[in-house]
């Protein structure tokens, strides 16, 4: 098939050459093959795969889709942190010594360890989170275009999944995330990893795209009556900043993978060294992308600070004007900053200033947030919970590495460490603390709405500071090896000076996997003990904004009857005017829509087409392009695409839940953490 | 009388068919904000040409040696020519009642675009016949890649079309088929005005310089 030979698969090659290095890569492929096998049996024992297909596959519920977001990031966060943890231990031992990794199963971990916390990890991460909450936050049903959300979704999950069958057939592109050419040229590269990249990229660049116009559409035209843009939680309008850049800045990524894919399957000239290729033209492209990426990761993860601190002080947010501001700024200024990835291009220091000028202003609407965060928690009453220690040491982390990346932004200290493990200690601090902090707060503190029990807080707390140490012993002593000149990518090293760091490091890296396993023995302690944790009231928090007001979970059309916004923390208000819980006067039909298989017929063909794109397979590619279209225009035909759930369900429904709410005894904030917190909050007025 | 409230931009079918009109609200604005997304991918295109149209010509062939302006000329006309027809599709949906009108304005805009298609596709033919293949120069590969896009693009709208022409036969007037005539016709006339750049920088100014 193609160019697809036996030899490719990873455990021939394990077979045939048992070296250590190729039986780490035989043992990971090991791993995901069991995993398939073992959820296959699962499912077939507990006969989930109808429940699996009815309930979530072909749904397009926008919760049930940002859930299954959220399932895919953690999936591929426990490949690429456990890729991360490889790459200091081979780095720790490789001190003048080869270590266990070759060169080249190094230069494929590194790759995919970028390429999958960049965009199967963090995208899916914050896409998944903004479709659970932004439109219970706007007192919407669902997204503009639920179908086109679930095709999203696939696509993202398709080139999730091209990433994840590299491992087990052929192998994964030594080029890094950024990919540059000539290195990925058909030269240089001239086997499928670079084409696993690309096509892998492609798609979730096109699901990205699509995701962006959704939720724009969504923010712009489905709020609820009196949700005007200046009521919205600031989740909302971080949310619409992201998918913002999301429409203007997922094409150059698009182009550029393309381009690069016609250099290599084509002949073209795009980036190659001769005949009238330019390989920084990729460089620009790439990063013209690149730095709106990443604010569209880190602008979510801004805006569940401020829901979070906002809810755990109990008090409104400080300067909700300045921070959209703010947040507005961030957006268009991201777009004016991408040539600081390259200062060492030789493209002059009047070039170089404007660029560094710019990249430092950034620091400005960024301070201005810090200081609106810390004022919000002025005289609150601050409760501790894992969401706000996650919160906290995000605030004190980030500056630190908000502080070098000021540093970063001088031309001259730039041409000094770029490309050194500065470089690498800096963007880590900017990320972990960014981004990653920031979905895993949000995925504490919107867990029980999502599933109706609270997470354990012990376990939680657990997980908080083994990623917070671990964070500080894994990158720290980097700053400092890159200031000794260590450079980033470096199989093996030759001054004995940089071991003690390197070690440090790897301890680091072994705390930060903990605090990975810690979340996981948190999920699975708190399904078990579920019963003393629910919270059908829905409201465990003393939330402030509308999608604390319904169940938990919720119901499929979110809200029973539409909200109708007066002001900002549209819940609290209605919680103090005692509005809250009341039975509204009149129920009405509501449509919602069908279920379809479309979405997933065209993520199947999408994993179709990307791999025999790959493995030059011509007659799959057409069979997988036809399958795609033929289910899009198939759908345009099909008219019966809503069904209605009648009133009188709805208000059976409603009322149990509201008389269930009614005899629920209030907790106050100090009882959060035990048993009778079922989610109806103490109202202090 | 009463003012119809615009709630979008284009096509207003408010006082023929206020219903549509009313569901058509977030679909053709969701529509624009993707037209958007796709510009910029054009722009992008753009760029990369005219940072590769004179740097990337590499000893090989320069515009003024392959292109053909008279051809590009008449593909323009053929194109602009197709947006007045579209036009006239649109003033049938909103005004007249019958499917006629409509579906001979459409088979018109598909004739003329095919025609489009076919003169490109002959143009790229005598190009490749005289060695201005993609793989010569970075300049080719960079013209190719454009042209072609906004080939690909016309291509896409063609069998929308056509989609279209079977959907209004079985399915009739009904509200969803006509928001897509109304997506359809913003999709057609944005790769027109991609077009009048595309004819303005790449073929004017190329033979031009």
């Known amino acids: 098939m193609g160019t697809l030979t036996p030899q490719d698969i990873s455990f021939v090659q394990t077979f045939e050459n048992p070296v250590m290095s190729e039986f780490i890569d035989g043992a990971a492929g090991s791993v995901l093959v069991l995993g398939i096998i073992i959820v296959t049996v699962l499912l077939t024992y507990y006969r989930g795969w109808k429940t699996l297909w009815f309930d979530w596959l072909t749904s397009v519920d926008h919760k049930k889709v940002g859930i299954m977001y959220i399932v895919v990031s953690f999936v591929m966060l426990a490949r690429a942190i456990i890729e991360g943890v490889l790459m200091r231990y081979q780095q720790s031992i490789a001190v003048n010594d080869p270590g266990v990794l070759t060169p080249d199963h190094f230069g494929q971990l590194f790759s995919t360890h970028g390429s999958i916390m960049i965009f199967f990890m963090a995208m899916p991460f914050i896409t998944g989170m903004i479709n659970y909450v932004m439109p219970q936050q706007l007192g919407a049903r669902d997204v503009s275009f639920p179908l086109l959300n679930a095709i999203s979704l696939w696509l993202t999950a398709a080139g999730a999944a091209l990433v994840m069958i590299s491992l087990v057939v052929g192998k994964f592109s030594t080029g890094g995330w950024t990919a540059y050419p000539p290195y990925t040229g058909i030269e240089f590269s001239p086997g499928e990893g670079v084409d696993y990249w690309i096509w892998s990229i492609s798609l979730t660049s096109i699901g990205s795209t699509l995701t962006g116009v959704n939720f724009a559409t969504t923010i712009y035209k489905n709020r609820a009556p009196g949700m005007t843009l200046f009521r919205m939680p600031l989740f909302c309008w971080t949310s619409l900043c992201t998918s913002v850049l999301m429409i203007f800045a997922m094409a150059p990524l698009t182009i550029a993978t393309l381009m690069l894919a016609l250099d290599r399957y084509a002949g073209f000239h795009f980036f190659t060294n001769d005949l009238g290729g330019n390989m920084m033209n990729y460089a620009n492209l790439f990063w013209l992308f690149g730095h709106p990426e990443v604010y569209i990761l880190i602008l979510p993860a801004f805006g569940v600070f401020s829901e979070v601190i906002s809810t755990f002080s109990g008090k409104t947010i400080y300067g909700y004007k300045s921070l959209v501001v703010a947040t507005m700024s961030i957006a268009v200024l991201s777009f004016t900053v991408w040539l600081h990835h390259f200062f060492t291009m030789g493209q002059g220091a009047n070039v170089n200033a404007i660029f560094g000028i710019a990249t430092m202003l950034i620091g400005v609407p960024t301070g201005v947030k810090v200081y609106d965060w810390l004022l919000t928690m002025v005289r609150g009453r601050i409760r501790l919970t894992t969401a706000m220690l996650f919160s906290i040491m995000f605030l004190i982390t980030f500056v630190i590495g908000g502080l070098t990346g000021v540093i970063l932004a001088n031309p001259p200290v730039d041409f000094a460490v770029h490309n050194s493990l500065f470089l690498v200690a800096h963007f880590h601090n900017m990320v972990i603390p960014g981004v990653l902090f920031g979905m895993i707060a949000g995925y504490q503190f919107w867990f029980p709405k999502a599933f109706g029990f609270r997470l354990s807080e012990r376990w939680g707390k657990a997980s908080f500071w083994c990623w917070s140490i671990g964070f500080y012993l894994t990158f720290m002593p980097l700053y400092a090896l890159g200031l000794m000149g260590a450079m980033r990518r470096t199989v093996e090293w030759f001054r004995p000076e940089y071991l003690g760091w390197l070690q440090v490091a790897f301890i680091g890296a072994l705390l930060l996997f903990s605090g990975f396993i810690f979340l996981c023995v948190q999920l699975v302690s708190s399904v078990r003990h579920r019963d003393q944790r629910r919270v059908p009231a829905g409201d465990p928090w003393d939330g402030r904004s509308l999608e604390w007001s319904n169940s938990a979970p919720p119901p499929e059309y979110n809200f029973a009857v539409i909200p109708k916004v007066s002001g900002q923390d549209a819940f609290t208000r209605l919680k103090e005017q005692g509005q809250a819980y009341v039975s509204p006067a009149t129920y009405e039909d509501i449509v919602v829509p069908k279920n379809s298989m479309v979405a997933p017929v065209i993520g199947v063909g999408a994993i179709g087409l990307g791999f025999a794109l790959v493995w030059h397979i011509w007659w799959l590619v057409a069979v997988s392009f036809v399958i795609i279209w033929s289910a899009v225009i198939a759908r345009s035909f099909v008219t019966e695409t809503e069904r209605v759930i009648p009133a009188s369900t709805v208000r059976a429904d409603h009322e149990a839940w509201l008389a269930q709410v009614r005899e629920c005894a209030t907790t106050p904030r100090e009882q959060e953490d035990t048993s009778t917190n079922v989610g109806r909050a103490e109202v202090l007025a | ?209």
């Open chain 2, 1 to 209: 009388m009463k003012r119809q409230p615009v709630l979008h931009p284009g096509l207003n079918l408010g006082s023929a068919d206020e219903y549509s009109h009313a569901q058509s609200e977030p679909v053709i604005f969701g529509f624009w904000v993707f037209l958007m997304a796709d510009l910029v991918l054009f722009a992008i295109l753009f760029a990369t040409y005219a940072s590769m149209s004179v740097q990337g010509q590499a000893g090989g062939p320069s515009p003024t040696d392959v292109f053909d302006l008279p051809s590009a000329f008449i593909e323009t006309m053929l194109l602009l020519s197709s947006s007045i027809t579209f036009g006239m599709a649109s003033l049938a949906l909103k005004y007249k009642a019958d499917r006629l009108h409509l579906v001979f304005w459409l088979v018109l805009t598909f004739c003329l675009g095919a025609g489009f298609i076919a003169m490109e596709v002959r143009d790229f033919w005598i190009m490749t016949q005289q060695g201005a293949v993609p793989q010569r120069s970075g300049f080719l590969s960079a013209f190719y890649m454009l042209v072609a896009t906004h080939g690909i693009h016309v291509t896409a709208g063609l069998c929308w079309m056509i989609v279209m022409l079977v959907q209004l036969w079985l399915l009739g007037r009904t509200t969803e088929v006509k928001l897509r005539l109304m997506r359809l016709a913003l999709f057609w006339h944005m790769l027109d005005i991609v077009w009048v750049c595309i004819f303005t920088f790449v073929y004017l100014f190329g033979v031009a310089l």
